[in-house]
């Protein structure tokens, strides 16, 4: 029965078997296309071996370009799953809540593609805490138009397994903890976003039974 551990072993265990570029090249696509794998496994993992190897800054920077690609990779995946899912069921539960599939993809049309939508999903991508996988469903969803999603996570990705790989270079506790601390926050966000996407739905129902939420704006702007 393959298990979480079982594929942390996994790609531990690929680590000494491939050159540093392949592992993590193969598993950062691993890592982002299973979820439930926390995010520092392979890049910390490669930064460890990357100290061995001695490896300078510019060498790990490349390995955090070459991760981010498999990552993108992944991410991308998880997009289309997401876009198709959204085209399946949305026609058959967004009547429930007065929403249609062209309400929910003119969301990602509000994102035209500038340097500035780029770098909001940059910035999204390479803070450690924010959860990716909610990223890539999300913007599936929507649609965000790939000219901004894959060159943004791409970019961001970098600096994020950059920022792991230097967490696994340190090869001390402190790093490891530090490591474990950001892979709980992940998870944290991400059931965080869970409970809000709940509340909305929540909410969008009580304003189809009982358009409370229409008088309670009616209220707030004849004030």
Partial sequence: MLTLSGIEAFLKALALELPLEQFVLIGSFIEDLLAPIPAPVVMTTAGSAALVQGYTFWGLLLLA????????????????????????????????FHLS??????????????????????????IPVVPSLAISLVSGVIKLPLRVYLPGTLIGDTFRLLFFLYVGY????????????????????????AVFILAVLALLYWQRE??????????????
């Fill in 65 to 96: 370009f070459i991760g981010s690609l498999g990552k993108t990779g992944g991410s991308w995946i998880l997009y289309l799953i997401a876009d198709k899912g959204e085209d399946i069921l949305m026609p058959r539960i967004g009547k429930f």
């Fill in 101 to 126: 599939h062209e309400d929910v993809e003119r969301i990602g049309s509000y994102f035209r593609g500038s340097w500035k939508d780029v770098l909001i999903l940059t910035l999204l991508r390479a």
């Fill in 170 to 193: 340190g090869g001390l506790a402190s790093y490891e903890m530090i490591a474990a601390h950001v892979a709980n926050a992940e998870v944290y966000a991400e059931i965080a976003l």
């Fill in 210 to 223: 009982t358009g409370g939420l229409t008088r309670w704006l009616n209220r707030q702007l004849k004030k």
